[in-house]
């Protein structure tokens, strides 16, 4: 029987490690969101407004973008060879009226999740190798090579996916479309490796961080968003 408790109490700290995304927040709902998350802005851009907030009985944080853009990002250093799953909820109370999927002009979406990866660069073209370098030099040492996003779209349908309007290091994909319920929490999983592989030919080198977001800066319009019980393990076998 000691042995078996002692079993139980040793495995007990690998299953609360499974999850590799830290919980928003050790305290209150109100409280400051717990290292390593911080805020992901856009330089120039307005930044939207983020908070930890309690709905439902569980803490989450809300997104309010009025005519602005940002989100919460967690950084990350995983190979990205292996089988990860990323799980979310999530949830808007309003559409984008203005919203276009993949334009410049109307590259706004009520949520969305970005995954941040690592490719060398001899895998880009030549064109996005140079804007690559020359945004890390002036804006951001650690831009990713490639980028997935989930985005919650008013008129594409789920399944729907292209390339940014902005950069062919961005491919966008539509997980919930203008038939989605507003004000209602709905579940997503996604598997990482294949969902990277799909969109740019192989597995990333490795996973450098997911960013919970929404913004509304093109369009000008006003949104408010939730996310939930993020999650990222590693998929049984």
Same mark, same amino acid.
């Given at each position: 029987?000691?042995?078996?408790?002692?079993?139980?109490?040793?495995?007990?700290?690998?299953?609360?490690?499974?999850?590799?995304?830290?919980?928003?927040?050790?305290?209150?709902?109100?409280?400051?969101?717990?290292?390593?998350?911080?805020?992901?802005?856009?330089?120039?851009?307005?930044?939207?407004?983020?908070?930890?907030?309690?709905?439902?009985?569980?803490?989450?944080?809300?997104?309010?973008?009025?005519?602005?853009?940002?989100?919460?990002?967690?950084?990350?250093?995983?190979?990205?060879?292996?089988?990860?799953?990323?799980?979310?909820?999530?949830?808007?109370?309003?559409?984008?009226?203005?919203?276009?999927?993949?334009?410049?002009?109307?590259?706004?979406?009520? $949520? %969305?999740?970005?995954?941040?990866? #690592?490719? =060398?660069?001899? /895998? &880009? !073209?030549? +064109?996005?190798?140079?804007?690559?370098?020359? $945004? %890390?030099?002036?804006?951001?040492? #650690?831009? =990713?090579?490639? /980028? &997935? !996003?989930? +985005?919650?779209?008013?008129?594409?349908?789920?399944?729907?996916?292209?390339?940014?309007?902005?950069?062919?290091?961005?491919?966008?994909?539509?997980?919930?479309?203008?038939?989605?319920?507003?004000?209602?929490?709905?579940?997503?999983?996604?598997?990482?490796?294949?969902?990277?592989?799909?969109?740019?030919?192989?597995?990333?080198?490795?996973?450098?961080?997911?960013?919970?977001?929404?913004?509304?800066?093109?369009?000008?319009?006003?949104?408010?968003?939730?996310?939930?019980?993020?999650?990222?393990?590693?998929?049984?076998?």
């Amino acid at each position: 029987m000691r042995a078996l408790v002692l079993s139980l109490l040793l495995a007990a700290p690998l299953t609360q490690a499974e999850n590799l995304l830290t919980p928003w927040t050790a305290g209150p709902p109100a409280a400051e969101w717990s290292a390593p998350w911080k805020l992901a802005d856009i330089p120039k851009l307005k930044p939207s407004v983020r908070t930890l907030v309690e709905l439902d009985g569980k803490p989450v944080l809300q997104v309010n973008a009025d005519a602005a853009a940002g989100g919460l990002v967690h950084p990350l250093s995983l190979p990205g060879d292996q089988a990860w799953q990323l799980s979310w909820q999530w949830r808007t109370e309003q559409k984008l009226d203005k919203a276009r999927f993949a334009t410049r002009e109307g590259d706004d979406y009520a $949520a %969305r999740v970005y995954v941040l990866l #690592d490719y =060398p660069l001899d /895998t &880009l !073209s030549f +064109v996005d190798r140079q804007k690559l370098r020359l $945004a %890390r030099t002036f804006f951001d040492p #650690d831009l =990713p090579a490639a /980028t &997935l !996003s989930y +985005v919650w779209d008013n008129r594409a349908a789920p399944g729907t996916h292209a390339r940014s309007a902005y950069t062919e290091t961005v491919e966008m994909r539509v997980l919930r479309g203008p038939e989605a319920p507003l004000g209602e929490w709905l579940a997503e999983s996604r598997d990482l490796r294949a969902d990277a592989t799909a969109a740019f030919g192989s597995a990333p080198r490795k996973i450098l961080g997911v960013v919970f977001a929404a913004d509304s800066d093109n369009t000008g319009e006003s949104l408010t968003s939730y996310f939930a019980t993020p999650q990222l393990q590693l998929s049984k076998p």
